[in-house]
């Protein structure tokens, strides 16, 4: 009997929480949206872009920075440097006649060389970029609109993956857009928990330094202007693009935001607790993914006790599914097989890095920050 309670519960919350609690979070977002009051003022904007070995990429960006649709005497770039031993500098400085300032610092990670780009920033408005992502023209003015409505803190971009050429990378861009869909619908009813790393803004006054060691200041930053009682929105007119992510890449980058979840609970206590007016959303998203991999193994742990009939179908659907995922690797492209062992190998392997993050969390967040490469995947 309490084989069967404990399968059975494990199964109604996975089921939750990958498809009933999206279900009723769109419903909600249709019935109950809270639309936002977008009007556009000319605010002064500081873009702050923090760069570790960017050569190959940094030119590009600063060049679609510089062709923002913006009034270019309202914006400041500034790039930040963490201890770059490329040619980096070196490239930052050719565009210093057009504007473009250059802070160099010894090497601490992305929140210090962040926190260095804060203090020296002017503008109402952050911008916070990546150097690997070009951006649309018009991101940055549909971003500032935002900041018309007074409840608007931080106003996120989308993120638009380019089509992948293979099965694997067609499955990683599946799964950013299921993502994507429900942070839109968080964002109608109230708040994302969180923001595009490669593309947000914020009022600069809401903004605070954050601890050296922090894994995801597009959730830190953010949270501090949700806890100030402003409203985190995705503005899904607001584009960056970017290459499509094989497994090999999204896997580290999962393992680097599922353990940030956990260093923002530490950060953010209340998030836990009822003074969070989207505590059943922070439940059923955020954390409810770090539940995953334990819930799959309570199922396969409970599914070896459970009376006939029903044991042999449990064990054989686990089996099915982790054999079909190994055998991913094996499968080639082309072949028909792979639309089924794909998904599964992906979903897996996305499950499985909530169980990584447990141990990753520990170490330093210098280590976690890649250095910019075609290889290297947004937060």
Not at 109 to 134: C, H, S, W, Y
Not at 164 to 187: A, D, P, Q
Request: hydrophobic residues 50%; aromatic residues 10%; glycine residues 8%.
């Amino acid at each position: 009997m309490a084989a069967v309670l404990l399968f059975t519960l494990c199964a109604a919350v996975l089921l939750y929480i990958l498809f009933g609690y999206p279900l009723l979070l769109a419903a909600l977002a249709r019935w109950h949206a809270r639309p936002i009051r977008r009007r556009f003022e000319p605010r002064t904007v500081s873009v702050l872009m923090a760069v570790r070995n960017g050569e190959r990429a940094i030119r590009a960006k600063l060049e679609s920075i510089l062709d923002l649709d913006y009034p270019r005497d309202r914006l400041e770039v500034l790039v930040v440097s963490d201890g770059s031993d490329d040619g980096t500098d070196e490239i930052v400085r050719e565009f210093e006649p057009r504007g473009v300032r250059l802070v160099s610092i010894p090497r601490g990670g992305k929140a210090m060389a962040l926190n260095a780009g804060m203090d020296k920033a002017g503008g109402e408005i952050l911008l916070f970029t990546d150097v690997r992502q070009p951006l649309a023209r018009d991101c940055l003015a549909r971003l500032v609109a935002c900041f018309g409505d007074p409840s608007v803190g931080v106003a996120s971009g989308e993120l638009m993956i380019r089509d992948g050429t293979t099965m694997e990378e067609s499955n990683v861009g599946l799964y950013w857009r299921y993502e994507k869909w429900i942070r839109k619908n968080l964002s109608r009813v109230d708040s994302v928990p969180g923001a595009t790393g490669c593309l947000y803004a914020m009022r600069r006054e809401l903004a605070r330094p954050m601890p050296p060691d922090t894994l995801l200041d597009d959730v830190f930053l953010p949270l501090a202007a949700f806890f100030q009682g402003y409203r985190i929105v995705l503005e899904d007119g607001a584009n960056a693009f970017d290459a499509p992510a094989s497994l090999r890449s999204e896997f580290p980058r999962k393992i680097r935001t599922q353990a940030g979840v956990f260093q923002t609970m530490r950060d953010y206590p209340a998030l836990l607790s009822f003074s969070n007016r989207m505590l059943p959303h922070f439940l059923s998203h955020k954390f409810g993914r770090l539940l995953l991999p334990y819930l799959l193994i309570g199922m396969g742990l409970a599914a070896f006790w459970l009376p006939a009939p029903w044991r042999a179908p449990a064990l054989a659907g686990q089996a099915a599914l982790y054999g079909l995922s190994l055998a991913d690797i094996w499968v080639p492209e082309g072949l028909w097989l792979k639309r089924l062992t794909s998904p599964l190998r992906t979903f897996v392997a996305l499950v499985a890095s909530a169980l990584f993050a447990v141990s990753i969390v520990f170490v330093p967040a210098s280590s976690l920050w890649k250095p910019a490469g075609k290889d290297a995947a947004p937060h």
